[in-house]
């Protein structure tokens, strides 16, 4: 079945250094949502990219899909203290499935 | 418009008990879905639903029942809980078919099973 695969698990980080999560998908996908969750929340959307190759930009947070669409990744510049919580990226596959798949999450952490 | 709303928000089981969460959504979205959350294992697609009257299996079903009799209502039944179905569930609902739409979540509910 499709499987999300995130790196790393869990990223410290000072306040002001940038901050990287990396999600692979065993199969194609048709698109790739972004998700954050702030300690003890729940998850809430960030962002959805479609196309190949697409990299959206929201302030300080960069998103790219890749080529293949099987992999993205999300840049954070300038970190700070608002930033701390477990990302998670999710993945829709194609076929007809409608099923929404989620990576494990990175969380994040900042030492201010 | 409340969005998703998820209950119990807590809840301790003993072993072998049954019970339901509810979910219930005002957007009139057509997607439900279920998922449990645990340590390290992110969020793991429990049942999903495309529509009022079609359920089906994600990756962790075995243990939990579903049901769509209305748009707005999708419940997770436990048949007889294990202390491994100890975790926190969280609903949530999208509008797309074929193309994903944001998703939005419940606040979650915390169970317990001893």
């Known amino acids: 079945g499709q499987q999300v695969m995130q790196i790393p698990q869990y990223q410290h980080v000072q306040e002001g250094e940038d901050f990287t999560t990396y999600c692979n998908s065993s199969?194609?996908?048709?698109?790739i949502q972004w998700y954050k969750q702030r300690p003890g929340g729940h998850p809430v959307f960030l962002i959805q990219?479609?196309?190949?190759?697409e990299v959206k930009k929201q302030k300080r947070l960069t998103f790219q899909f890749g080529e293949a669409k099987k992999n993205s990744s999300l840049h954070i510049t300038a970190t700070q203290t608002t930033d701390v919580g477990t990302y998670f990226c999710?993945?829709?596959?194609?076929?007809?499935?409608?099923?929404?798949?989620f990576g494990q999450g990175t969380r994040l952490t900042i030492n201010p | 418009n409340a969005g998703v709303t998820q209950t119990p928000k807590f809840q301790v089981l003993k072993t072998g008990q049954s019970m339901t969460l509810q979910c219930a959504q005002d957007?009139?979205?057509?997607?439900m879905s279920w998922y449990r959350q645990d340590p390290g294992m992110g969020l793991r697609l429990i049942h999903y639903?495309?529509?009022?009257?079609?359920?089906d299996q994600g990756e962790v079903p075995n243990g939990y029942n579903v049901s769509r009799s209305t748009t707005e209502d999708f419940p997770l039944r436990l048949l007889s809980a294990a202390p491994s179905q100890t975790s926190v569930y969280f609903c949530?609902?999208?509008?797309?078919?074929?193309?994903?739409?944001?998703?939005?979540f419940g606040q979650g509910t915390r169970l317990t099973v001893v």
């Open positions: 999710a993945g829709a596959g194609y076929q007809g499935a409608q099923k929404l798949v």
């Open positions: 957007m009139n979205h057509e997607y």
């Open positions: 199969t194609t996908l048709s698109n």
């Open positions: 990219l479609v196309k190949s190759g």
């Open positions: 949530a609902s999208s509008r797309g078919q074929g193309r994903f739409s944001e998703a939005f």
């Open positions: 639903s495309v529509g009022a009257g079609i359920t």
